[in-house]
Nanobody
């Protein structure tokens, strides 16, 4: 009933930029937080950036100053602009949304399918 679809991943050279986008659709009543996690091979999934419905933002220390998260509440979308990319940013990036459906009365987390970001020369 709820779907989050990411786009924008790919291969980029070190120092380059990519923009990830995620659109949430379906029977959505309200979205609280949205954001991005990533998971590199052999590592645990880690928080990259999150943005609340009121615009409050948190970044992982490793991406501060390089990544920018933004959100369009009217369109239920969240984006991640990634600049000055490093090889250690290589991972599968997952979009998430903490949302409430029309059929429910609690906020639950929904996830996208993930998009690969590879930073390599």
């Amino acid at each position: 009933q709820v779907q989050l679809v990411e786009s924008g991943g790919g291969l980029v050279q070190p120092g380059g930029s990519l923009k990830l986008s995620c659109a949430a659709s379906g029977s959505i009543f309200s979205i609280n937080a949205m954001g991005w996690y990533r998971q590199a091979p052999g590592k645990q999934r880690e928080l990259v950036a999150t943005i609340g419905s009121g615009g409050s933002i948190n970044y992982a220390d490793s991406v501060k100053g390089r990544f920018t998260i933004s959100r369009d509440n009217a369109k239920n979308t969240v984006s991640l602009q990634m600049n000055s990319l490093k090889p250690e940013d290589t991972a599968v990036y997952y979009c998430y949304g903490l949302l409430k459906q029309y059929s429910g009365n609690v906020f639950l987390t929904s996830w996208g399918q993930g998009t690969q970001v590879t930073v390599s020369s």
